[in-house]
């Protein structure tokens, strides 16, 4: 379906709403063309030499000045009905754009900077929004205005009327023209929009290291050269608009005048035909206000451009395979996982995971170890299923986690990550998720039972504290323990524990230590961690090396084989000793 019709698909749904500001707009039209035709019975009946009637004068101006009151109460009413049917699609848009993000695989978000996402939602619905408030009000006033122009002067004078249909031809082949690179020129700066949002949010981001590495300059080069860029496509438009759009409407509107004049003296000196003053005052009326539409539809092509270009990419991100969210529920399972001869790779044919089998039975503790790369996220990531395996299968409880909806699937597991998230909100909001069987007490216990109370005691205003964005006026510690809490308080079936225990101090990681024996009990626990030293008690170890599992066991029977683990430990040993 083209952007178009997906834009008319969503105007349909306030058609009423906007229905009835075209309805006010075309009183307002008809009470303003009707103007022109009392200005000339005023001139040719009641102002003709010799004679002077002032009381009929009178009431028609009256008449004249209340249909100007009517057309301006009925343009107000106009106003503010497309004004509310366009922010509602607007507000209809941007929700099922939102809504649809949710659903998209973790793999777009990979692949796409959030900035640029930010960007489709805010500025790109907002230049659609312009489409129905400017665009859709220009062209409907101007649609409604030039036909009724048209219709005044065929009753004027058909033969001028027919000379001024020119007109419509003209100004529809040089739309048609000056889409053909308006869109271009619109397309680059739209995607530029969304390569300084992305820009601008990742440098907000990361400004603790732009200035530890005084990288301020070079920042501030790749923004100007970004920029820059944009200016050129925004010069460029500017130009193809101002060369045309004003002149053009200029020149027509000087031929017409010119035909206007020669045709009007050619019927006058052959005496043909007498002209009077009232039906050239109404003509010249007339036909400047067959201008002024025309002036507008030209120059709403620029914001139409932009606004289809931004519909464009918006649909785009519409028009991505998501996956419903489902709100099936299942009973909480024991938590037995399988993964049989499971492969994976984010960008085939690159596995990062090749031929993984093992298994974690009710209760176990499965800890993963390996350098960087070596695949130990990606077998959580399957095993939260934001990927599916390319190849084998995962069973929890003897079932295909493929068969069973990614969100239900997700109900009876945990996870606490290496650089935990929080939301804006309270320490209670961020360990609840604002989940309405999450009580406050059950936050409360969460919290104790993971020792975070010992390190949130001194807030003012204890779990209610407030949080900004990221958590950023908490120390790592401390976003660390209410992560802890926040996947206690779920009660899960499955914990996953993404590096828990690397960003945090020695104080705060015994505390936690202390917290995972409550959590472990009577759950299936993943535990992936680069200081061997807390995974001592793990009931089995899987050394994972360039995706393959190369040793598995205890920790005393991998320190006995003496292969990789035992290298491993042993250099970390030394490491803390030194």
Request: some cysteine; charged content about 20%.
């Amino acid at each position: 379906m083209s952007t178009g019709k997906q834009l008319l698909s969503y105007a349909l749904r306030f058609k009423g709403t906007i229905l009835l500001g075209l309805l006010f707009l075309s009183i307002a039209v008809f009470t303003d063309l009707a103007g022109p035709f009392i200005a000339k019975h005023i001139i040719d009946n009641h102002m003709t030499v010799g004679q002077f009637d002032f009381t009929p004068i009178l009431y028609l101006l009256i008449l004249y000045f209340s249909l100007s009151i009517c057309t301006a109460i009925f343009r107000y009413f106009m106003y503010l009905q497309l004004q509310k049917g366009s922010n509602r699609i607007i507000q209809a848009l941007r929700k099922d754009v939102f809504k649809h993000i949710q659903t998209l695989p973790i793999g777009f978000f990979d692949q796409l900077p959030s900035g640029k996402i930010v960007a489709r939602v805010t500025n790109d619905t907002e230049a659609i929004r312009n489409l129905f408030v400017q665009v859709l009000s220009s062209f409907a006033t101007s649609a409604i205005s030039i036909t009724g122009v048209y219709i005044a002067l065929f009753i004027l004078n058909w033969k001028m009327a027919l000379i001024a249909l020119v007109m419509i031809p003209i100004v529809y082949i040089w739309m048609i023209l000056y889409r053909k690179y308006a869109s271009q020129y619109n397309d680059v700066i739209r995607t530029k929009i969304a390569d300084i949002n992305a820009m601008i949010n990742e440098s907000i981001q990361g400004m603790t290291i732009i200035q530890a590495f005084r990288r301020e300059k070079q920042m501030t080069k790749e923004f100007d050269e970004m920029n820059e860029e944009h200016y050129q496509y925004e010069r460029k438009l500017i130009i193809l608009d101002s060369a045309t759009s004003h002149n053009l409407v200029n020149t027509l509107r000087l031929l017409l005048f010119t035909c206007f004049i020669i045709y009007f003296g050619t019927q006058s000196f052959s005496g043909t035909q007498i002209v009077t003053a009232g039906t050239l005052y109404a003509f010249v009326d007339y036909l400047t206000r067959l201008f002024n539409p025309i002036t507008n539809i030209v120059n709403q092509f620029s914001q139409m451009e932009r606004s289809l270009v931004a519909g464009n990419r918006v649909f785009e991100v519409l028009a991505l395979k998501g996956e419903k969210v489902s709100n099936e529920k299942i009973p909480k399972y024991k938590g037995h996982v399988v993964f049989d001869q499971v492969s994976f790779a984010y960008k085939e044919p690159d596995f990062v995971l090749k031929d993984i089998s093992f298994q974690a039975k009710k209760g176990e503790t499965i800890a993963l170890v390996g350098h960087t790369g070596s695949g130990k996220s990606s077998i959580m990531n399957l095993l939260f299923r934001f990927y599916d395996p390319t190849i084998g299968k995962i069973y929890i409880d003897g079932v295909d986690i493929t068969t069973i909806p990614r969100q239900t699937i997700r109900e009876h597991m945990g996870i606490v990550l290496q650089d935990p998230y929080l939301f804006t909100g309270t320490i209670a909001s961020n360990v609840s998720l604002n989940q309405p069987n999450i009580t406050r007490e059950r936050v409360e216990h969460a919290i104790q039972s993971v020792g975070a109370d010992r390190v949130l005691s001194h807030l003012e205003k204890g779990i209610d504290e407030p949080v900004i964005e990221k958590g950023s006026t908490l120390s790592s510690g401390q976003r660390q323990l209410i992560s802890f809490a926040r996947a206690l308080a779920f009660d899960p079936a499955i914990l996953i524990l993404d590096e828990a225990t690397s960003n945090i101090d020695t104080e705060t990681e015994e505390i936690i230590q202390n917290a995972m024996n409550v959590l472990k009990q009577g759950r299936t626990t993943f535990i992936i961690a680069h200081r061997l030293s807390t995974i001592k008690n793990a009931d089995r170890i899987l050394v994972l090396d360039k995706g393959e599992i190369k040793e598995q066991g205890s920790h005393e029977e991998l320190i006995a084989a003496g292969g990789i683990y035992e290298q491993m430990y042993e250099m970390q040993a030394k490491s803390l000793q030194a």
